[in-house]
């Protein structure tokens, strides 16, 4: 005995699917749109100082990380774990 479904049932719940996945994204984008004002006013009521430190040490992340990070040809042919012994180890 086989069980089918009619196809406008299956419409039917496409629909609802689509509808609350809609619903989904636009509170998504809510969520995004208050989190980006909550962040612009955190900004705003900084203090000049804090502003300029903040900003001192966003340029000092970078060039650290830009120092850390391994060439492109080392990542890709050289990317081996590094399984040297430690001094205290024999």
């Not at 406008?8 to 719940?13: E, F, I, L, P, T």
């Not at 100082?49 to 000092?60: W, Y």
């Not at 080392?74 to 042919?77: G, K, S, Y």
């Given at each position: 005995m086989s069980v089918t479904c009619s196809c406008?049932?299956?419409?039917?719940?496409s629909k609802e699917i689509q509808e609350a996945q809609n619903a989904e994204l636009q509170a998504q984008k809510e969520a995004e749109a208050e989190y980006s004002l909550a962040v612009k006013?955190?900004?705003d009521i900084q203090s000049k100082?804090?502003?300029?430190?903040?900003?001192?040490?966003?340029?000092?992340q970078r060039k650290n990380n830009k120092s850390r990070k391994k060439s492109w040809w080392?990542?890709?042919?050289n990317n081996k774990c590094d399984t040297t012994p430690l001094a205290g180890d024999s």
């Open positions: 406008k049932s299956s419409q039917n719940v006013h955190h900004q100082q804090t502003k300029e430190s903040a900003k001192l040490l966003k340029k000092q080392d990542r890709l042919f």
